[in-house]
């Protein structure tokens, strides 16, 4: 151990003198010399490396650490929503969960609905503020003004795949609800299921409803929609919403989606302004994008616009066909489910920043997302 | 410091080495499987396999209600597949629990291999159904042989919401041991009889021990309340005996005491029943069942069981799933005012409710 220690500081020293070492004034063999000794420290670094032998339980009981801190922080924010879950994400009460989870039967004639909050049971009367089916979020407000237990909105870009997540929710209604045959959630019974897993892949194009989603593999089942998805520093970056299934076996496949939360925060100030109404997805409509294969291949340069129609909000902002779309709202754009995942997601009225090559220059277009048209 | 205490201290190091050596914490997961592996034991279990009671018993009363011929292909599908289940070895004497769900059925045989691939008759000494633990024996001389870890139970405090679990299993290949990790989602369902854990369990590693990064048990992965019992596919909702659960049962188990059903009291719960009031609102006792028999009736307000006041009617329901069939409850019951005492026997629960 303190062989290795010394042997890594000595060529630490090498390295830092390589320059003057390896300049033209020196012999040839001195620069090879260099060279060795450069490769050498390289090595070693490697080697000096925090370990990272497979199933290393120091690792796994940090992890545990973390975990459980979170858990013990998050699960009072949680609540429990009709027949799915949902998170406090501010202290006088705000509360979101998915679109999906205010079925028609669960609001009075006030456009109210009575939650309940995890472990204590309490039940809480809810006003609906608004609801956007397009990216499947709906906010409420509890109405007792708190001060209640909430969890911090963070940036859901920020992940990467492989980042561990945890999963908050009431799958299967195992709390708080005796309806289910198979396990009676018993009463006195309001903990919620965590899962723990990780990000899969982000910005997944899953249409109609999650064209910009996280896919992770932490446990989803039916009931968890609306509860949130944390990192492990206990911020929320996604509204858990949908999973994958076949057949009619409505259960857990290990890929599920998560609304991300810049989505969430994008829909937030509407929502809190809809009074109960819906909050439309903004839409560039008009744009037709062939799906080429090459626009999916690694390094692809960005997607084609293979027609406009006319009248459309594509042709009144001057897009023409053949155009290669580069960046949306300054994101990388290089396959047609991206650029679809990027002009789906924010509210009307939100800056739209299209970059683009046509012919051998490159534009840039600053418009806004439109009103979907008026279906007669 | 001074060479004197030099021999003093490096005996005081070497005890603590020693003392810590024994307590050390494990390096590895591989280290954790490696450790428990011995205790872990696969279970053949020989059944005919046209045997309905081969599937759950929840599962054929639901099969009941639907047309003979897609009876007949549900069946065929949920079935069993083949090949072993997991059980753990709990003592030199041979003893090994494991789900019952496991060895539920008209059995033929059942097999036990040891970690070291002695295969061994074993017989069943008694199942709870409700609880989801059999006890399985086998001879003890094969067993002496093997290099047992010491068997820690885990304590209530580690059931923390997020703390990793290790799924144990011996299957489908005797001669390995397999291994599936996940955290606590839930630390106490069914009143902190069962915990919930996202950790994979299948038909296979069910009956296996649940570990903690420790290599203290926190109990056994068991069938009790999978949603869709369809085996091979996890749906990251799993259920583990607890070790307080497991404890509590293993002597009634070692007697030889089999559970097939909970406790049955035969009331049924008034639907104006209000929080304010204190007590079980009953709105029917049901002719021929243990309350209607001891003489309760509607409108009674049953405010003590066995010596324990009672909240309200799902207060009720925990005390009596507390108790087994059989069991004398003396109850003290409000009725009209006048405060009444009975004795019931609870009994199984009738097929037909």
């Given amino acids: 151990m303190n062989y290795r220690a010394s042997g890594y500081q000595k060529s630490e020293i090498s390295l830092a003198t390589g320059r003057a070492v390896g300049g033209k004034n020196q012999p040839r063999w001195m620069r090879l010399l260099t060279f060795a000794v450069l490769a050498v420290s390289l090595d070693l670094n490697g080697l000096n490396a925090a370990p990272t032998r497979p199933g290393d339980l120091t690792q796994l009981r940090e992890l545990q650490a973390a975990v459980t801190r979170v858990c013990h922080e998050a699960i009072p924010a949680v609540v429990f929503v009709g027949n799915g879950s949902g998170v406090i994400i501010s202290a006088d009460g705000l509360v ?27 039940r809480k009367s809810c006003l609906l503020l608004g609801r956007c089916p397009g990216g499947d979020l709906a906010l409420l407000k509890i109405e007792d003004p708190g001060p209640h237990p909430y969890l911090k909105v963070g940036d859901s870009g920020s992940l990467r795949a492989g980042q561990q997540v945890i999963a908050i929710g ?63 520093d206990g911020k929320i970056v996604g509204i858990n919403g949908k999973i994958e299934t076949r057949m009619s076996l409505n259960i857990n496949s290990g890929v599920g989606y998560a609304v991300p939360s810049n989505i969430a925060k994008r829909f937030l100030e509407p929502l809190k302004a809809a009074a109960g109404g819906e909050v439309p997805s903004g839409v560039l409509s008009g744009l037709e994008i062939r799906v080429l294969n090459e626009n999916s291949a690694p ?26 779309i580069l960046k949306v709202n300054d994101f990388t754009v290089r396959t047609a489910g991206r650029l679809q995942g990027i002009l789906r997601t924010y509210p009307v009225g939100a800056p739209l920043k299209i970059e683009l090559r046509r012919g051998g220059s490159e534009l840039c277009i600053i418009t806004e997302f439109r009103s979907p048209p008026q279906k007669k | ?73 549900l069946k065929s599908y949920f079935r069993r597949p083949g ?42 000494v008694a199942s709870d159904r409700v609880a989801d633990l059999a006890l399985v024996k086998v001879d003890k001389k094969p067993v002496a042989s093997l290099q047992l870890p010491e068997l820690r139970w885990a304590q209530n405090e580690d059931f923390q919401t997020g703390s ?19 955290i606590i989602s839930a630390p106490a369902r069914q009143y902190g009889r069962i915990f919930q854990t996202d950790a994979a369990l299948n038909y296979g590693n069910i009956g296996g021990p649940l570990v903690n990064v420790d290599g203290h048990i926190l109990g056994i992965a068991g ?63 049901i002719d021929g069942l243990p309350a209607a028999s001891a003489g309760l009736r509607a409108n009674d307000i049953i405010v003590e069981f066995g010596g324990q006041s009672v909240r309200d009617f799902e207060h009720l329901r925990q005390l009596i799933f507390d108790r087994l069939p059989g069991d004398r409850v003396p109850v003290k019951v409000k009725r009209e005012g006048a405060l009444k005492e009975f004795v019931v026997s609870l009994s199984e629960r009738p097929q037909d409710l």
Avoid at chain 1, 182 to 192: K, V
Avoid at chain 1, 193 to 205: E, I, K, M, P
Avoid at chain 1, 302 to 308: F, S
Avoid at chain 2, 93 to 114: A, K, P, R, W
Wanted: proline share 7%.
């Fill in chain 2, 83 to 124: 090949g072993p289940v997991t059980g753990l070895l709990i003592d030199d004497d041979g003893h090994i629990l494991t789900s019952s769900y496991n060895v539920e059925g008209s059995l033929e045989s059942l097999t036990v291999v040891l970690s070291n691939g002695d295969k061994l008759d074993a017989r069943v």
């Fill in chain 1, 170 to 232: 009431n799958p299967f209604l195992l709390a708080s609800n005796s309806a289910n045959p198979w396990i009676h959630g018993l009463a006195g019974d309001f903990h919620p299921s965590v899962s723990l897993g990780v990000v899969s892949a982000t910005h997944r194009f899953a249409p109609p409803k999650y064209p910009d989603a996280i896919q992770v593999d932490a446990a989803l089942n039916p009931g968890n929609s609306g509860g949130p998805l944390l990192t492990l």
């Fill in chain 2, 164 to 182: 990793l679990v290790f799924s144990l299993g011996r299957s489908p290949d005797p001669s390995s041991t397999t291994v599936t990790m996940g």
């Fill in chain 1, 299 to 324: 390094g692809a340069q960005g997607v084609t616009i293979a027609g406009i129609q006319t009248e459309s909000d594509a042709s009144r902002i001057g897009l023409l066909p053949g155009d290669l």
């Fill in chain 1, 96 to 122: 979101l969960t998915n679109d999906h989870v205010m079925e028609p039967g669960i609001l009075d004639e006030k456009n109210r609905t009575t939650i309940v909050l995890s472990i204590s049971g309490t």
């Fill in chain 2, 223 to 285: 069938f009790v309340g999978h949603r869709y019992p369809i085996w091979g596919l996890n749906s990251g909702i799993g259920f583990g005996i607890r070790a307080n659960t497991v404890l509590e049962i293993l002597p009634r188990l070692k007697n030889g005491r089999s559970i097939t059903s909970p406790a049955f009291l035969g009331v049924r719960a008034s639907s104006d029943e209000n929080s304010n009031k204190v007590g079980a609102h009953i709105a029917q006792a």
């Fill in chain 2, 1 to 73: 410091m001074r060479p004197a205490f030099l021999p003093l201290l490096a005996f005081f190091s070497a005890t603590s080495f020693l003392l810590y050596a024994d307590d050390a914490p494990l390096d590895s997961v591989q280290d954790l499987v490696g450790l428990m592996g011995p205790r872990v034991v696969s279970i053949h279990v020989e059944r005919e396999s046209t045997d309905d009671t081969a599937l759950h018993p929840r599962f054929i009363e639901q099969l009941k209600e639907l047309p003979p011929t897609e009876r007949e292909n």
